[in-house]
């Protein structure tokens, strides 16, 4: 039989890009599976993207087809790093949440930098935040430095992370071994007295109420 040249192309954003062939012989006198692998894609060829089969016979016929396929985001698996054992929130203490994002798509390695990262705390020890953005580093790591206000309050508090709005990866957050992470979030007791006024004098023998409140 004669030889085939069986050769894909991808019309990526660059344009159409020649990919790999293959060299059918007598094996092609019946119908038979060709197959291509590639792992070349960039961000920006992600979307519905056209491909082509080009089939070339010795004497220089050709035959070719064209279909699309959606070029997706990467998957990524997001690694708890460390988090404070707890936070106090007088004085204006701070805890660091730091993870890692890996790409599972990639032969697992780390991201690079810029990637869209976000942190998620508890305010009431369920209830998540609307979430805090940060970017991965060159070696995958994102960090958030966090300063709760009294709209956190003092709990056993949870606090989640991963990857949100980036253009190569999808969106997904710590899956394994736990979903969600825990830190104590200490307030601070505050008394106010509101009656009698300051400076106020009492003759003895008078009967002194005190008002006060107080807050955490």
């Known amino acids: 039989g004669e030889a085939l040249n069986i050769s894909l192309y991808l019309n990526l954003s660059t344009g159409w ?3 790999n062939s293959s060299i059918c012989t007598n094996t092609c006198q019946a119908p038979q599976i060709i197959s291509f692998t590639t792992h070349n894609f960039q961000c920006v060829d992600i979307g519905t993207r056209q ?23 990467n998957s990524a698996y997001i690694q708890f790093i460390s988090d404070p054992l707890s936070i106090d929130r007088q004085d204006n203490d701070t805890g660091v949440f730091v993870l890692r994002v890996q790409d599972t798509d990639n032969n697992d390695v ?18 998540y935040d609307a979430g805090s953005a940060n970017l991965t580093n060159v070696s995958g790591y994102a960090t958030y430095e966090f300063n709760p206000n009294c709209n956190y309050q003092p709990n056993t508090n949870r606090w989640k992370g991963g990857v949100r709005n980036d253009t190569c990866y999808e969106d997904t957050n710590f899956s394994f071994p ?17 009656s009698p006024a300051f400076n106020t004098i009492s003759v003895v023998g008078d009967t002194l109420v005190k008002i006060g409140r107080a807050h955490v």
Do not use: H, M, P
């Not at 736990?178 to 979030?185: A, E, G, H, N, R």
């Open 17 to 19: 890009t020649y990919i």
């Open 51 to 73: 491909y082509r089969f080009n089939i070339t016979d010795a004497f220089g016929y050709k035959n070719q087809s064209t279909a699309s396929a959606n070029v997706l985001k």
């Open 110 to 127: 780390w991201v690079n930098e810029s990637v869209n990262s976000s942190f998620w705390f508890t305010t009431d020890g369920t209830t």
């Open 178 to 194: 736990l979903t969600f992470y825990q830190y104590d979030l200490y307030g601070q007791l505050r008394n106010f007295l509101n």
